[in-house]
């Protein structure tokens, strides 16, 4: 059986034959069909954050699958797997097969395609999280996103338009500019200076981090607010008190680790949009064998959308 495993902190996952998991009563033994490439994937695999499996270990913190063996699940069922430290604290989804505990694993609709259901649950229930809950947007407000073609900042606009709200996306090079979601007014980062001259926005929802994070809560209006969802372009910013406090713009983070019973609660309705195609999820598809290649391309900005490893 082919698992993507990370032998080293801060190397590329190797892909090899690992032992079939035997099933055990209690747990689900599950057929994975797509598993999910993501920047927290990167972010353990780099040995610094707070969570961390014993090495060698399986990567992926999500992945769509099948049911094979289960005392409480029909074999058969299709299934979200994400939680209970998979990935995390234990080997996770980048294998053919997996026994995982029954909390990681949440039923989903047979006719919701593996890659989409590997790869929904962040970006739309992030989306959501970060403008109802934390922005609380309200219908009519000018909204600026950033990373607009990525999976989270695409949700993001969709959302707020479906919420009644004027959205400019901004992405980081003008050739994405016709991956823009639909009813979107697109800007590339380079002309987005001109937001900072009228600061019409009442919220930017930012998902890019990094130095220029404070920048761009200068294309807020005062009283407005800036949701702060990633740090693409770094994990580290400096702010002058003086001037923020004189700016006046909120920065509000979106600490999704706290909010997962929250994005459970959402999950099922943002599903049935995504069928109905109210919502759409962008996924680049990768065979497991191009996984390092994958994941560079995710880490420096390439992926249009989510990305998935399959084991076909």
């Not at 961390?52 to 399986?58: A, G, S």
């Not at 969709?158 to 979601?181: K, S």
């Not at 002058?240 to 994005?263: F, H, K, T």
């Given at each position: 059986?082919?698992?993507?495993?990370f032998?080293?902190?801060?190397a590329?996952?190797?892909?090899?034959d690992?032992?079939?998991?035997?099933?055990?009563p209690?747990?689900v033994?599950?057929?994975?069909?797509?598993a999910a490439?993501?920047?927290?994937?990167?972010?353990v695999?780099?040995?610094?954050?707070?969570?961390?499996?014993?090495?060698?270990?399986v990567?992926?913190?999500?992945a769509?699958?099948v049911?094979l063996?289960?005392?409480?699940?029909?074999?058969?069922?299709?299934?979200?797997?994400?939680g209970?430290g998979?990935?995390?604290l234990?080997?996770?989804?980048?294998s053919e097969?997996?026994?995982?505990?029954?909390?990681a694993?949440?039923?989903?609709?047979?006719?919701?395609?593996?890659?989409?259901?590997?790869?929904?649950?962040?970006?739309?229930?992030?989306a959501?999280?970060?403008?109802?809950?934390?922005?609380?947007?309200?219908?009519?407000?000018?909204?600026?996103v950033?990373?607009?073609?990525?999976?989270?900042?695409?949700?993001?606009a969709?959302?707020?338009?479906?919420?009644?709200?004027?959205v400019?996306?901004?992405?980081?090079?003008?050739?994405l500019?016709?991956?823009?979601?639909e009813?979107?007014?697109?800007?590339?980062?380079?002309?987005?200076?001109?937001?900072?001259e009228?600061?019409?926005?009442s919220?930017?929802?930012d998902?890019?981090?990094?130095d220029?994070l404070?920048?761009?809560?200068r294309?807020?209006?005062?009283?407005?607010?800036?949701?702060?969802?990633g740090?693409?372009?770094?994990?580290?910013?400096t702010?002058d008190l003086p001037?923020w406090?004189?700016d006046?713009?909120a920065?509000l983070?979106?600490?999704?680790?706290?909010?997962?019973?929250r994005?459970?609660e959402?999950?099922?309705?943002?599903?049935?949009?995504?069928l109905?195609?109210?919502l759409r999820?962008?996924?680049?598809r990768f065979?497991v064998?191009?996984i390092?290649?994958?994941?560079?391309l995710?880490?420096?900005?390439r992926?249009?959308?989510?990305a998935?490893?399959?084991?076909?």
């Amino acid at each position: 059986m082919r698992a993507a495993r990370f032998h080293e902190w801060g190397a590329s996952p190797v892909v090899e034959d690992v032992p079939e998991p035997a099933y055990e009563p209690g747990r689900v033994l599950v057929e994975v069909r797509a598993a999910a490439l993501s920047h927290l994937d990167l972010t353990v695999s780099g040995g610094s954050f707070g969570m961390r499996p014993p090495l060698p270990y399986v990567g992926g913190v999500e992945a769509g699958g099948v049911v094979l063996a289960s005392d409480t699940l029909e074999p058969g069922t299709h299934v979200l797997l994400r939680g209970g430290g998979l990935g995390l604290l234990r080997d996770g989804c980048w294998s053919e097969r997996v026994c995982v505990s029954r909390k990681a694993v949440t039923p989903v609709p047979a006719d919701l395609p593996a890659d989409v259901a590997a790869s929904f649950f962040v970006p739309t229930t992030t989306a959501y999280v970060a403008l109802h809950d934390v922005a609380r947007l309200e219908p009519g407000e000018e909204v600026v996103v950033t990373g607009a073609t990525g999976a989270v900042g695409s949700m993001v606009a969709q959302l707020a338009l479906h919420a009644g709200a004027t959205v400019t996306g901004i992405v980081a090079r003008p050739e994405l500019l016709d991956q823009v979601p639909e009813g979107v007014r697109g800007m590339s980062l380079d002309d987005a200076a001109e937001l900072a001259e009228g600061r019409s926005a009442s919220l930017l929802v930012d998902t890019l981090g990094g130095d220029g994070l404070v920048g761009r809560t200068r294309w807020v209006r005062p009283g407005g607010r800036a949701v702060v969802i990633g740090y693409v372009l770094g994990a580290s910013v400096t702010v002058d008190l003086p001037s923020w406090l004189l700016d006046d713009v909120a920065l509000l983070p979106v600490n999704m680790v706290r909010q997962e019973r929250r994005a459970h609660e959402v999950a099922p309705r943002l599903m049935e949009r995504l069928l109905a195609g109210e919502l759409r999820l962008n996924v680049e598809r990768f065979d497991v064998s191009e996984i390092a290649q994958a994941l560079k391309l995710l880490r420096d900005g390439r992926v249009r959308g989510r990305a998935v490893v399959t084991f076909a």
